[in-house]
C-alpha cells in the first residue's frame, strides 16, 4: 500500500481552493490539476508499506491538541516540463511538532522516513504550463484540524484516488 499521513480539508476549504484551481487553470496551456475530493495537507509521506498497523501506533502516540491552520498564500515549485503550483499554509507549532513527532516515531519503528524541512502545502497542479502569470491569490481559510488520517494513495481506472485508513483523534 502506499501510504500517507494527511490533515483533510471541510468543504468549504475544498471550494474555496477550487476556485484557485479554477483561476491556475484559465492561465495555463497544460497541467494535472488537483480533483476536489484530493484535496489535503500531507503531513508526512510514507511510501510503500504492507506494515499499516504499525503506522496507526506511531500515529497513536502523537500528543498534539486540537489546531488551526490558515491556507493564504499560492507558491510553486519549478519542475523541468512543468511546475507544482501549491497553497501554502500557516499553523501555530502544533503542525511542525506532529511533523517532528511522526518523522521521530515512524524512523524509530523501521520506516524509511526523510526528516527534511518541512513546508506544508496543499498542491493545486502538477506539470502546470501556464500561457500567462496567474493573478489571483486565494482568499485566506482557515482550517479547524482535529484528527489526522492515514490515507492509502491507488490508481482506479486511471484515477488517482486517496482512501481512508485509520484516523487519530487530537486531544
Known sequence: MR???????????KQSLEESIQALKNCSIS????????????????????????VCDVMDKVNAPPFNIAINCIGKFDRAG???Y???????????????????????AGFNIKNQKYLPHITLGRQVVLSSEPDFSP???????????????????????????YS???V
Open 139 to 165: 482568499d485566506k481559510i482557515t482550517v479547524s484540524v482535529g484528527s489526522l488520517t492515514l490515507m492509502e494513495s491507488k490508481r482506479i481506472n486511471g484515477k488517482l484516488i486517496y482512501i481512508p485508513v
Open 31 to 54: 497541467g494535472n490539476f488537483t480533483r476536489l475530493e484530493n484535496l489535503h495537507l500531507t503531513v508526512i509521506f510514507i511510501g510503500e508499506t504492507e506494515n499499516v498497523k504499525s
Open 3 to 13: 501510504l500517507f499521513i494527511a490533515i483533510t480539508l471541510d468543504k468549504a476549504a
Open 82 to 84: 512543468g511546475n507544482i
Open 86 to 108: 501549491w497553497a501554502g499554509v500557516d499553523g501555530d507549532d502544533t503542525l511542525f511538532k506532529i511533523y517532528r513527532q511522526l518523522c521521530e516515531n515512524l524512523s524509530g
Open 168 to 170: 487519530k483523534k487530537l
